[in-house]
C-alpha cells in the first residue's frame, strides 16, 4: 500500500512500512476504530435509544420516529437525520462519532482484518511480543463487536474475516450460510454469533485484564471486556429470536443457555479476581465487582478534573472527549435534558416505564399512586433518583418547575437524571462529562439470572457451570440498590399486568414471577442504556404490545 497521488510531492508518500512497522505508529491507526464507536446516548443533537418504550419526545427526535418506524432523527426518513444507525452529517465531516452503525462497521472490519493481515505478514519488527499480543487481540476484539453490534440491529450477515479482493465479493458475502463446528451446524445469525464468540476468546487469550498503563491505554479492549461480550453472544444466540430465526424454533436454545451460564461466571470471576486493581482515583467495587451505591454516579457521569465517566464494573464504553458546557447545553441536553436546568429539551421518560421501578418496600407501583403525592415520587427504588429528576427537585440552585407547556416543549415531567452529575445545570457546566456503559457487569449478572433460570426452570437451583442460582444473582443488584431481596418479592409479581397496571406490556400472562422479575429488574437497572428494546426483540415479545399510547 502506497499512498499517492500526483499531485503530493514524492517525499510526503507514505508507504505500508510507514504505518505498520513499528508499535505507536500500528497502534495509532487501529485507535481510529475507537473513535467510531457508538455510545448510543451521544450521537447528535436529540438522538437517544430509547425506541422501547422508554420514552416520549416532541417531533422531531428518534424517539418519536422509532415509534413510527423511523430510525432517524428528522425528516422521517431512513437514510436521513442524525441517527445512530446511518451516515449523516453532522459538524465535521471527519467526526467519525455522529455517524452510525451500518456506515461505520464496514470502515472498522476493513481496518480490523488490516491489522490481522499485516501483523501476519511481519511488516511489524519494532514492537514487544506483548505489544504484538495486544495488537491482534485489540484487532479479533473489534472484529467481533462490530459484528455483533451489527447483527443484533439488523440481523443476519456475512463475518467479514479477511479484506477482501474485489474478485471474491459476490461469493464472499452471503447473507445466509452456515458454519460447521465439532459435529454442529450453526446457521445464519447463530453461526455469526459462534464466529463472535471464538474471536472474543482469541481476544481474551491476547489482552490484558487491566493495562499496566492505563493512563496510555484508556478506552482499549481488555481481557475483561472480551470475555463479556463472549457472555453476551452466547446469550443472543440462546434467545428466542435467534433460535427462531436460525432454528425455527421459538424459544430458547437449551445447549446455549448452559454455555451462556458458564460464560458469565468466568465474567464474575474474573471481575472478583480485579478487586484492588483500579487505576489510581477510580472507586473501588464491592465483593460482588460492583460499583457501591455511594459512587454509582461516576460509572455515567462526573463534574470535575475532567475524569472520565466509568469505573471497573464498566467492561466496556466509548471514551468521553467532551467536559463541561457542551455536555450540559448540547450533547446531553439535547438528548435527555429539561429546559429549566440545560437551557435545552430532551427525550423524557414515560410513565409505562416509570411504573416498573417498585416501592422502596419491593411492592409494585399502582396507578392510582399517580394522584397521591406522598407515594408518586417518594419511597421509591433508589433507582428510582438515580434516573430520574421530578417536579420540585433542583439541579443545583435550579428548582424544576415542571408542568406541561407547549410553547416550553414539554411532554413529561419525568426528566432523566442518569446522564447529569449531581447540582449540574445550565449555570454551573463544571467540567461536566458522560458516558454510556455499553457493558457493564451488572448486565452480565442479569445475563447469568436469565440463563440459569431458564434452562433450569428454577431460580433457587445452581445450574452447571456455575456457583450461584438465579436468585442468587438479581439478589447481588437489588442489594447493592438496598432493595428487598428476591424471597420478599416474588409474590408481588404473580399479577394480572393488564388488571393491575390497566395496560398490556411486554409482560405475557403465561410469564412465570422470576420471569417478570428479572425482566422488570433489567429494565430498571439498565435503564436508558440502550438495552431494553434489543431485550424486547430477542425475547420475542415486542410484537404483544397493544398500542396503548404512551403516557
Keep these: 500500500m502506497c499512498i499517492r497521488d500526483r499531485n503530493i510531492p514524492a517525499e510526503a508518500a507514505l508507504y505500508e512500512e510507514d504505518v505498520f512497522r513499528t508499535y505507536e505508529s500500528f497502534q495509532g491507526y487501529q485507535d481510529e476504530?475507537?473513535?467510531?464507536?457508538?455510545?448510543?446516548?451521544?450521537?447528535?443533537?436529540?438522538?437517544?435509544?430509547?425506541?422501547?418504550?422508554?420514552?416520549?419526545?416532541?417531533?422531531?427526535?428518534?424517539?418519536?420516529?422509532?415509534?413510527?418506524?423511523?430510525?432517524?432523527?428528522?425528516?422521517?426518513?431512513?437514510?436521513?437525520?442524525?441517527?445512530?444507525?446511518?451516515?449523516?452529517?453532522?459538524?465535521?465531516?471527519?467526526?467519525?462519532?455522529?455517524?452510525?452503525?451500518?456506515?461505520?462497521?464496514?470502515?472498522?472490519?476493513?481496518?480490523?482484518?488490516?491489522?490481522?493481515?499485516?501483523?501476519?505478514?511481519?511488516?511489524?519488527?519494532?514492537?514487544?511480543?506483548?505489544?504484538?499480543?495486544?495488537?491482534?487481540?485489540?484487532a479479533?476484539?473489534?472484529?467481533?463487536?462490530?459484528?455483533?453490534?451489527?447483527?443484533?440491529?439488523?440481523?443476519?450477515?456475512?463475518?467479514?474475516?479477511?479484506?477482501?479482493p474485489s474478485a471474491l465479493q459476490l461469493e464472499y458475502m452471503k447473507r445466509h450460510w452456515s458454519y460447521e463446528k465439532e459435529g454442529k451446524t450453526y446457521h445464519d445469525t447463530q453461526a455469526v454469533l459462534e464466529r463472535i464468540v471464538e474471536d472474543m476468546e482469541a481476544a481474551a487469550?491476547?489482552?490484558?485484564?487491566?493495562?499496566?498503563?492505563?493512563?496510555?491505554?484508556?478506552?482499549?479492549?481488555?481481557?475483561?471486556?472480551?470475555?463479556?461480550?463472549?457472555?453476551?453472544?452466547?446469550?443472543?444466540?440462546?434467545?428466542?429470536?435467534?433460535?427462531?430465526?436460525?432454528n425455527g424454533i421459538d424459544d430458547y436454545d437449551d445447549e446455549m443457555l448452559a454455555r451462556t451460564v458458564t460464560a458469565c461466571q468466568d465474567v464474575i470471576d474474573l471481575a472478583k479476581s480485579l478487586i484492588?486493581?483500579?487505576?489510581?482515583?477510580?472507586?473501588?467495587?464491592?465483593?460482588?465487582?460492583?460499583?457501591?451505591?455511594?459512587?454509582?454516579?461516576?460509572?455515567?457521569?462526573?463534574?470535575?478534573?475532567?475524569?472520565?465517566p466509568g469505573t471497573m464494573e464498566v467492561l466496556w464504553k466509548r471514551p468521553c472527549n467532551g467536559y463541561g458546557n457542551v455536555n450540559i447545553r448540547q450533547t446531553a441536553g439535547r438528548v435527555y435534558g429539561e429546559k429549566t436546568i440545560t437551557n435545552q429539551q430532551g427525550a423524557q421518560a414515560t410513565c409505562q416505564y416509570v411504573d416498573k421501578f417498585e416501592m422502596a418496600d419491593g411492592t409494585l407501583y399502582k396507578p392510582e399512586y399517580d394522584f397521591d403525592s406522598t407515594r408518586r415520587w417518594v419511597g421509591r427504588d433508589p433507582r428510582f433518583d438515580l434516573n430520574f429528576y421530578v417536579h420540585g427537585d433542583s439541579a443545583g440552585n435550579l428548582p424544576l418547575n415542571v408542568f406541561w407547556d407547549k410553547r416550553d416543549l414539554k411532554v413529561n415531567c419525568y426528566t432523566i437524571r442518569k446522564f447529569l452529575p449531581d447540582g449540574a445545570n445550565k449555570d454551573n457546566n463544571g467540567q461536566t462529562a458522560y458516558a454510556t456503559p455499553l457493558l457493564r457487569l451488572a448486565d452480565i449478572y442479569l445475563a447469568y439470572a436469565e440463563a440459569a433460570y431458564e434452562s433450569t426452570n428454577s431460580y433457587n437451583t445452581v445450574p452447571a457451570g456455575g456457583k450461584i442460582t438465579a436468585e442468587d444473582a438479581v439478589n447481588v443488584l437489588r442489594a447493592r440498590a438496598g432493595m428487598p431481596l428476591v424471597a420478599e418479592v416474588l409474590n408481588n409479581y404473580a399479577i394480572n399486568h393488564e388488571a393491575h397496571y390497566g395496560y398490556k406490556s411486554e409482560v405475557l400472562p403465561s410469564d412465570e414471577p422470576f420471569r417478570r422479575l428479572y425482566r422488570n429488574e433489567y429494565a430498571v437497572e439498565l435503564a436508558f442504556e440502550g438495552v431494553y428494546w434489543f431485550n424486547l426483540r430477542r425475547w420475542r415479545v415486542a410484537h404483544y404490545k397493544d398500542g396503548t399510547p404512551l403516557q
Excluded at 448510543?40 to 418519536?64: D, K, L, P, Y
Aim: proline share 5%; net charge neutral.
Design 140 to 164: 479479533r476484539f473489534f472484529r467481533a463487536y462490530w459484528h455483533y453490534e451489527y447483527l443484533r440491529s439488523f440481523g443476519t450477515i456475512p463475518y467479514i474475516d479477511l479484506v477482501i
Design 33 to 138: 476504530i475507537i473513535e467510531r464507536i457508538v455510545d448510543w446516548n451521544r450521537h447528535g443533537a436529540g438522538v437517544t435509544f430509547s425506541f422501547g418504550g422508554e420514552c416520549v419526545s416532541r417531533t422531531g427526535q428518534s424517539v418519536i420516529l422509532a415509534n413510527l418506524g423511523f430510525y432517524s432523527r428528522s425528516q422521517g426518513g431512513l437514510m436521513q437525520g442524525r441517527s445512530p444507525y446511518f451516515p449523516h452529517t453532522y459538524g465535521s465531516p471527519h467526526e467519525h462519532s455522529n455517524t452510525g452503525i451500518y456506515d461505520q462497521m464496514w470502515e472498522c472490519l476493513r481496518i480490523a482484518n488490516n491489522c490481522l493481515e499485516k501483523l501476519e505478514s511481519g511488516i511489524l519488527v519494532n514492537a514487544t511480543q506483548t505489544q504484538k499480543d495486544w495488537l491482534e487481540g485489540q
Design 276 to 308: 484492588g486493581q483500579e487505576p489510581e482515583g477510580m472507586p473501588v467495587v464491592n465483593a460482588d465487582g460492583l460499583t457501591s451505591w455511594e459512587d454509582i454516579r461516576t460509572m455515567f457521569c462526573t463534574f470535575s478534573g475532567r475524569v472520565q
Design 205 to 246: 487469550a491476547l489482552l490484558p485484564a487491566v493495562y499496566p498503563n492505563p493512563d496510555i491505554n484508556w478506552g482499549r479492549p481488555t481481557k475483561f471486556a472480551a470475555l463479556g461480550y463472549k457472555a453476551k453472544a452466547l446469550q443472543y444466540s440462546a434467545s428466542p429470536l435467534m433460535n427462531y430465526q436460525s
